[in-house]
Every structure is written in C-alpha cells, then in structure tokens.
C-alpha cells in the first residue's frame, strides 16, 4: 500500500504536498504574473518579449515542479515534459528561422506583375 | 523438418497437450460480442490484422488500377486536336478519376496500413508476451484506440470511395452526395483548401485516425516502462521492443501535430481562416512545415518497428546471438530523435529559404549513420552463422535489399542539387516505395510468417510460401527499380498520362506490379489454407528465446501459466530440435533448476 | 519502475483490491503506469499547442507590427484576471488531491466544486471577451480587418477585380469547389462565370501540381490559356527546364487587401493609455500589413479556442471524479483519477501561463 508521508522527501511513495509548500508557490506565481504585465509598462525593445518568456517558463516549471509533483515524482515523467517542450521548441526554432529567412521576398514581390512569369 | 512431426499440439518441453483443456486465447470466450468488447491484447491485435488487411487490399487494388492505367500512355492523353468533344469530356473525367484514384491508393495506404500495421497487429500481439506481461498497460484505452481506427478509417474510406464511385456511375451522386479527394495523401493548401472534392469530411477522417496512433503509442511507452518483469533491464529487453518504443516516442510526439495541422486546415475550409492560404495573407510553406513535422517521423513510424522484427528474425535464423545488441537499440532511439528535425528534405523545392536547405540537407544524411549502423550489424549477425532460409528469413534479406536500395537513394536525395532535379518525379516514387513499401511491407510479411504460428497455433505451408517471398521480391524490384529510371529521365509523378518515349518504363513497371500481386494473393492462399488445414504448431517452431516462446501457441488468455522470469533472447542454448514435435523443445529439468536457482 | 513481483503476485491473489487490474501486480504498479501514460498524454498535448505558437511564432516573427497593432483590441485588464483565476483554480485543485491522499473526503469534494467555480469564471469571462472582439470584427465587415471570409472575397466578390493572372486562377479552382460545395462559407459570390465548364477542371489540375511546388501559386501561363485543348495539346516535355519554370515572386497579395479600410484602435480603453508609449496605428501599417491583422485575431481565435475547449473537458472530468469522490471512491490507498484529472488541470493551466504573455502583453 502506497503510505503517506506528509512532508517525508522520499521519492517512491505517493506524496501529499504540504500546504504552505502549495500557498508559497502559489503567491509567487501571483507575484510573476504581476511582474510579467509590470514589464509591459517599460520599454526594454526586444527585451520584452525574452523576459515575458522567461517568466512565463518559470511559472511553468512552478507549477509542474509543484502542484504537478515533478520534484517527487519518478524523474523519467519530468523528462517527457522536458522533452516535449524541446521538440516544440525544435519545430518552432526552424519553422521561425526559415521563415524569417524566405519572408522577405515573399513580401517584397517585383509588383511588375505580368513580366515576373519568366 | 523432413520428419512427419505430430499432429498434436504440444507445449514448450514438446509434451502433448490436450486441445480441449488448452483454453487458448482464440477459445477463451465465444461469441462476437466476446470479441468486440474484448480487452484482450491478443484479440484486439487479430481485429486490427483484419481491418489493416483489408486496406491493405483496397489500396492495394487501386495501385493495380494505377499501374493499369498507366500501361499505355495513350490511354488518357489527348495529344491531337482531332478529339471530339465527347472524347475530351471522357479523358477529363478519366484523369479525374486517377486524381482521386492515387489519391486513395496513397492515403488509404499510409494512414491506414503502414503506419499502424506493424504497431497494431504484431506491436500489439507480441509485446506484452514479449515483456512477459499479461495486458499491456491501458488495456481499455487499446479497445478505445481500435475503435477510433475502425470510426475514423471507415468513414475516410467511405468519403475516398463515394468520389471514385461518383466518377464510374455519376447518377449516384444524387443517392449519397459528392465525395472523393484529389490532393494526394499530403493536403498541401493551398489547392486542399480550395479543392472541389471533399478534402473537409477526409481530414476529419484523418484526425480521428490520428488518434488511434496516440493511443497506442502512449500504451506502449506505459507498457515497457511499468510491466517489465523485475529482472529484465532496459539492454535484456527484445530489440523488437526497442523498435516499438522508438515508435511510441515518435506516436506521441509527432501525430498530436497532425491533429493541429487538419485542424487549422480544417478551420481554413469551414470557417475561412488564412493561416496557410496565401489569397489570405497566409503562408503555405508554413503548411509544408506543420505537415512534414508530423509526416517526416510517420516515415520512421513505418520503418522503425519493421527494423526491431528483422533485428529477431536475423538472429533467430542465424541461430547466432545479435552482433551489436546495444548499437541496435540505440540507433532505434537515435532515428527516432534525428526523425524530428529532417523534415524540410520535403520542402527543397518549395520555396524554403536556402539556409533551412543546407541545415537539413545536412541532417538528412546523418540519419544514414543509424540506418547503416543496423544494416552492418545484421549482416555481421548473418556472417558464420547456421543460416536457415525459412519463410521469415527469405523476407527478413529481402529486407535488406530493398532497404539498402531505399536508404541509399534516400542520401542522393538529400544533395541538395540532386533534388532539385528528380523533385516530383518518378525518382522520388520509387524511393519512398523502397523505403516505405518495400521495406514495410517485407518487415510486416516477415513478422507474420514469423508469429503466425503462435498467433493461430497453425503451421503454413513452408513450399508455397517461399514461393511467394521470391515471386513478392522480384515483383516489387520489377515494378520499382525501373521507375529510378523513369524518374532520373524526367517523368514527373502524379500524371495520368505520358510521352512515347516513357511507355518501356511504364510496361515493365506494370508487369512488375502484376507479379508483386500475384505474390500477395499466393500469402493470402497459404494463410487461409494455413487456418484450415495447417498442422498444428509446436509452442516454439523456430528455436527462438525471447518470452513469447516460453508458452503454448497459440497462447493461453493469460499469455502464461506462471509469470515467467526474463531470459536472454539471443541464447539459443535451451532449446533443442525436436523431430517428433517438428519444433524446438526445452529440457524440462534445466528449466526447473534455472527457475529455482533465480527465485531464491 | 518495474515493480512486477511474481511472488507477491500469487500470493495476493485473493486479497486483490477491487480497484486493481488482473494485469498489474500491485496498486504502486498500476498508479505508477496510470501516471506516466498520462504524462506522456499531456506531451502530446503540449505538441498538439505547439503547432499553434509555431504559427503564432512565425507570424509574430515576420510581421511585429501587425501584432503590435492587433493586440491592443484585447484587453489586458480580463487576461490578468482570468490568469489569477485558473492559478487559484490550479491552487485549489492541488489542494483537491493532497486532500485525497489524505482521505479528507468533504475537503477534496470542496476543493473540487471551488476548482469548478474557477473554471466557470475563466468561461464567462472568456465569453464576455469573445462576444467583444466578435462584434469589433464582424461589425466593421470588410471596412476592417474582417476576421473570416471578408479578405478572401476581395479577388471574387466584385467584376473587373481580376487583374492578375493569380486571382483569375484562384478564380477558376474556387469556381470548380463552388459547384460541388455551395455550403462553404469562404465567399458568398462566384464570378468566375463561364469558366464552370471542363475546361476549368482541366486547368485544376494543370495548376495543381504547380501549386505543389510552393509559392507558386498557379502556373500564370496556364492560367492566361483558358483554351481547354492549348492546354491539353502542351507537348509533355523530358526536359525539366519546360516543366519546372522558375517561380515567379507570389503576386497579388497587396493588391488583395488594397480596399480594405482600417479604423483605429480604442486607444481610450488601452492600459497603457497615456504612457508616452509609440504606439502602432493604422496607418503605420503598410497595406499588405493592414490585411494580415486578421491573421492575428484568426492565431487568438484558435488558441484561446483550443484552450476553452480544454477547459471545458477539464471541468467535465472534475465534475465526473466529483461525483466518484461523493460515493466515497477514492481513499489514501486509491486516489488516480482525482491525480490524473488534476495533472490535466494544471496543464490547462499551463497553457495559458503561455497565453496570457503572448496574446495580451505584446510590447
């Protein structure tokens, strides 16, 4: 029978995240989405968009870490997860790059229209 | 195999066993209802060999319709002026029909037959015997994927079949609506989002097909991970449960992309969105990336499981343990994981921007690393082995050949400059027939001659089908190889029609094809002939040792009598050839004292 | 991981609990495979939206300004607070399941219907914004960025439009798909007039396969000859060079949306109203630019679509192990479902932790 622990570290048995565990990421998880609008209000270029991101990959990581249960659960179900984002990241990463790449002619096309055929 | 071996089942230490009391999986329940509800791995395995085969025929009688009408280029081409009216109507309605004609051929046959054959029927039969297990992990959500096969797959046959039909009797139009597809297996927008054919109902078809996939794969990543016997280790486990873990990662990983790329095509045709249509503003390479991000790794769906089979067979038929165990297992993972990120070799032609073709040129050809790894290691396998060419092993090298021919045009495919000139054309056919085909297919048969007396507890007939392996090979080489030529000429792929100067090809190719079918019809012959009159097989005809050996064929409900212990699946030593069984026996006391021994 | 034990397993053959498949050997086993199957499941869900920010990505990429400009119709104000409310919900849930392992069975009913209420509240405030947004682009029709349908039209709906050889292609294969296929909504008038007849179907598959080729968008050379037998007489040539013209450079796509007004933003309603902020207007759009802002609206459609959809099987799933904990299901020893439900939950939740920054706080 599984046995419950409240607080015990130990990895194999199911386990029954304590409470103040559950409200202190949940505060801090309140926290970064005040801070993720907060940095809208300034102007950082291109900046934005990583801290957004980053912020954004951090509450994920909380929430999978703890009220997921990744921290005390068998590590290969954390590296699902881990793999999964790599992939899209993979499919993003290249999808993105070319597109960047070939955008520009595809925008800017010789408007001559009719001579463009040859 | 000369001797006269009994006419009575017999266990694994060759004792006869009485068919009555046996209470074999096929015997366990009676009834239909037994076996639409059934949760049985072994069963839900037989019900998809039966619905996959049946596409398997269907799309293989509209390649034979393919290749017929591209016997005689004449057939539909109107190369001279003097053609009446009437006669041009009918060749627009014939190059309809082989629009929509290819189109079932290769969509009925990717999404239907390779990609799930291999996972569903044999993945599904063996692997939890293979694991020593009794289920695999979600026995009901295997039913529930089945079902989603049967659901999906039948009403994409019925929306493909009522275009074709429309096509042959246009009166029926009237009695069950229009129908069809003509975009080819691979939807490319912008022509699927604007097509007069039923492209909405197809994709919907598709996406629940889709599902099916996920779910096995998921059952399967679940099944290795958790229902391993205590003492198996990953680097213990059969390669062919290497080969089907590969394929579950890349189930679960590529197809829910599937899922997202019909949906938005599918939102593009009913609701009017325009991510990939460009009189939108959309982009339809970007379309090309979603579906080849999906797509490029259902290739390796289709191949990978078929490596783990022939990794057994070259093994087992060698009577030799498999050269490179840990290599092989690797390089299954390994062509999983480089699966993901090749996909733009699709999209050399299509506008890709010139840096994205040099990275994944590149790319491509590292995949050749894995591939190689395995052919080399198989042949090592086979070198000063006890080669026995049963029906398995005749598959199993023919494997090799066509997979070698296959893999190979696959490198020259990915230079970039020799892409650029064979895109599109028949050059292209033959290669993805030698990988995807040829190699599948040779994989699947292989397997199926290899299980089957377990599965049905019935030898067949060893003569006849051999018959079939060699007629099956020089068939597909005939149809296949000489498109390589056709194509690296110039003819373009997906025409009905052709110049003079194609005909030769194009008559070789078609006879090639009449034989290759010849072959399969002489399989299907020595299968039911094998159900109803076959001897019936020794729980081990073929002296291999992974677990699904270790019990009677065909097996009990619950796979084995007792939960048996992880053995080496590449020792060969415990088994004996029995004359009088006509299979291989296990001395009943090494077993004992091996059993003790491990479980105190 | 393996935790398959023959021995334990005949022993315990009949003290087998109820909830203990014939296939598994113990509960840790049967928990351990129910959880990693479900992990692997919400990968898959996790590609499945990855397809979408792949979309997102690649149009935010290429047009930043469009997206700059789009965003400001979404109100940040409703994306903060529907943010805290799936987190509490996700809190609540959390708590649900600690509550399971420790069999306090009216706790984890309470949790269940407040995680319910959350999920009720992300819906409303999801439909207050939709049925905003919806009357901004259906209202303006195609004076605006109309969000479905409206550009497409701009190459069928009025005579003389077709200009270039793109749009009377375009013409001829929607004509064809129109016959067969009056339901569709894309555009609510053909011209493409006389051009219904074989012919048209032969040129479909003539431009076909051009079409395959990519950015091509029809072969213009066999787009100018409607004639049906120049087309069919066109001698198949084994060169390549014949067949394979190079591309021409796609056409006709500023022309598309040349008509389509704009209106501006409601800059009185914005957040960040009157921080000295540039902002991007209308105008600042070029006009290919003006008609790719319903690209936008047609990414936050599908995402935060796909994502109430996931919401609404969320809430079904927890009303149903709701239901199951009233009977007094689940226990210290047997709690999978209301863990399983929950990780589903959390991902949902997931998700929009990624929306929310993405869709609403484009800077």
């Known amino acids: 029978m599984p046995q419950i622990h409240a607080d015990s570290p130990s990895h194999d048995e199911p386990h029954a995240v304590p409470l103040r565990i559950l409200f202190a990421v949940f505060i801090a998880l309140l926290f970064f989405t005040f801070l993720t609008v907060a940095v809208t209000w300034v102007d950082l270029g291109s900046l934005n968009l990583w801290i957004a991101l980053a912020v954004a990959v951090i509450k994920a990581a909380m929430v999978c870490l703890y009220f997921m249960h990744l921290r005390w659960d068998s590590p290969f179900n954390g590296f699902i997860i881990t793999i999964s984002f790599i992939f899209v990241a993979l499919f993003i990463g290249l999808a993105l790059l070319d597109s960047v790449e070939y955008q520009p002619n595809y925008q800017k096309p010789s408007i001559a229209t009719d001579t463009g055929g040859g | 195999m000369s001797a006269t071996p009994q006419s009575i089942p017999t266990d694994i230490f060759g004792k006869p066993v009485n068919p009555q009391k046996g209470d074999s999986y096929l015997t366990h329940d009676r009834g239909i209802l037994s076996w639409l509800l059934t949760l049985d791995h072994k069963r839900i395995g037989l019900m998809y060999m039966v619905v996959i085969l049946a596409s398997f025929l269907l799309g293989g009688i509209f390649a034979i319709v393919l290749r017929t009408m591209l016997a005689m280029p004449g057939a539909n081409q109107a190369n001279h002026a003097s053609y009446t009216d009437e006669q041009l109507a009918q060749i627009s309605v014939n190059n309809d029909f082989y629009n929509q004609a290819f189109t079932l051929h290769g969509a009925v046959m990717v999404f239907m037959f390779i990609i799930p054959a291999i996972p569903a029927i044999l993945g599904n039969f063996v692997l939890p015997m293979m694991l020593g297990a009794k289920d695999v992990a979600f026995p009901k959500l295997n039913l529930l994927s089945y079902y989603c096969w049967v659901g999906g797959g039948l009403f994409f046959v019925w929306v493909l079949g009522k275009g074709i039909l429309n096509t042959i009797f246009p009166g029926m139009v009237e009695f069950w609506g229009s129908g069809g597809l003509d975009t080819g297996w691979t939807f490319y927008t912008p022509y ?178 894995p591939s190689a790894i395995k052919i080399f290691n198989w042949l090592a396998t086979m070198y000063k082995g006890a080669i026995v060419l049963e029906t398995p092993m005749l598959y199993a090298m023919g494997f090799i050949w066509l997979f070698t021919i296959g893999g190979l045009t696959g490198v020259y495919l990915a230079a970039l400059s020799i892409d650029m000139h064979v895109h599109d054309t028949y050059f292209i056919v033959a290669h993805f027939h030698y990988v995807m085909v040829g190699s599948m297919m040779f994989g699947l048969l292989a397997g199926m001659s290899y299980w089957w007396p377990k599965m049905f507890g019935k030898m067949y007939h060893e003569g006849w089908s051999k018959v079939a392996a060699i007629l099956i090979f020089a068939g597909f080489n005939l149809t296949f190889f000489i498109q390589f030529i056709a194509g690296s000429l110039g003819m373009p792929r997906r025409y009905a029609t052709y110049p003079p100067e194609f005909a030769i090809y194009h008559h070789i190719s078609t006879l090639g094809s009449y034989i290759l079918a010849t072959g399969l019809f002489i399989v299907l012959g020595v299968w039911i002939h094998s159900l109803v009159r076959g001897r019936p097989a020794p729980a081990n005809p073929w002296g291999a040792n992974s677990l699904e050996w270790h019990t009677k064929s065909p097996p009990l409900h619950a796979n084995f009598e007792k939960t048996p212990l992880a053995t080496d699946p590449y020792d060969f030593d415990d088994w004996r050839w029995d004359e009088n069984v006509g299979g291989y026996v296990m001395n009943e006391n090494t077993h004992h004292e091996e059993k003790t021994a491990q479980t105190k | 991981m393996s935790t398959a034990n023959a021995n334990h397993a005949q022993h315990s053959e009949d003290v087998r609990q109820p909830q203990l498949a014939h296939h598994f050997d113990t509960l840790e086993q049967q928990y351990s495979s129910a959880k990693l199957g479900m992990w692997a499941f919400l990968a898959t869900e996790i590609l499945m939206f990855g397809g979408l920010f792949c979309a997102y990505a690649v149009y935010r990429g290429t047009h930043p300004e469009v997206f700059l400009y789009a965003h400001h119709f979404l109100n940040t104000f409703w994306g903060a607070f529907n943010t805290v409310v799936l987190l509490a919900s996700s809190l609540t849930m959390a708590w649900g399941v600690r509550a399971a392992q420790l069999g306090n069975k009216p706790l984890l009913v309470l949790m269940l219907l407040l995680t319910l209420v959350g999920g009720c509240s992300f819906m409303v405030v999801k439909y207050i914004e939709y049925s905003d947004k919806w009357e901004h682009v259906s209202h303006h029709g195609s004076g605006s960025f109309s969000l479905f349908a409206g550009s497409r039209n701009a190459f069928y709906t009025e005579e003389g439009e077709f200009t270039d050889p793109t749009a009377v292609g375009q013409a001829v294969r929607y004509g064809e798909s129109k016959q067969h296929h009056d339901e569709h909504a894309i555009a609510h008038t053909n011209q493409a007039g006389d051009l219904h007849d074989a012919p048209a179907k032969t040129l479909e598959h003539q431009s076909k396969h ?15 000859t409607l004639d049906f037998k120049s087309v069919q007489t066109r001698p198949m040539p084994t060169d390549r060079s014949d067949i394979r013209r190079p591309a021409p450079a796609p056409q006709g796509l500023s022309e598309a949306f040349e008509h389509i007004g704009g209106i501006p933003a409601p800059y009185e309603t914005l957040a960040d109203a009157g921080t000295g902020h540039s902002v991007v207007t209308w105008e600042d759009l070029d006009d290919r630019q003006q008609g790719l802002v319903s690209q936008f609206f047609q990414i936050y459609f599908m995402m935060t679509g796909l994502h109430g959809l996931h919401v609404l099987i969320g809430m079904g799933l927890i009303t149903w192990i709701m239901i199951r904990a009233l009977r007094g299901a689940f226990g210290p020893s047997y709690y999978t479902p209301v863990d399983l439900v929950g990780l589903y939950w959390h991902l949902v939740d997931l998700i929009w932790i990624f929306l929310f920054p993405l869709l609403y706080l484009i800077h």
């Open chain 2, 192 to 369: 699927s989002t604007s097509t007069g054919t039923a492209a909405t109902a197809a994709v919907a078809g598709v996406f629940i097909l889709g599902f099916s996939s996920i779910l096995t794969g998921v059952n399967f990543i679940a099944t290795i991970h958790t229902l391993r016997p205590k003492d198996m280790g990953w680097f213990q486990m059969p390669l062919f449960v290497w080969g089907l873990y590969a394929t579950a990662i890349m189930q679960v990983l590529a197809t829910p992309v599937l899922a997202i790329t019909l949906m938005l095509l599918l939102a593009e045709r009913m609701l009017g969105i325009g991510i990939f249509d460009p009189a939108l503003g959309g982009d339809p390479v970007l379309f090309q990336h979603f579906f080849w991000f999906y797509s490029h790794p259902a290739v390796y769906i289709m191949i990978v499981p078929a490596m783990g089979i022939i990794s057994e067979i070259m093994s087992v038929f060698s009577r030799k343990r498999i050269f490179g165990y840990a290599f092989i297992a690797c390089s299954s993972v390994c062509i999983a994981i480089i699966a993901f990120i090749v996909w733009g070799h699709h999209m050399f032609t299509s506008g890709q921007s010139d840096l994205l073709n040099a990275i994944f040129s590149f790319l491509t050809m590292s995949v050749a690393i």
């Open chain 3, 210 to 224: 051009a079409t395959e080729q990519g950015h091509q968008i029809v072969d213009a050379t066999a787009a100018k």
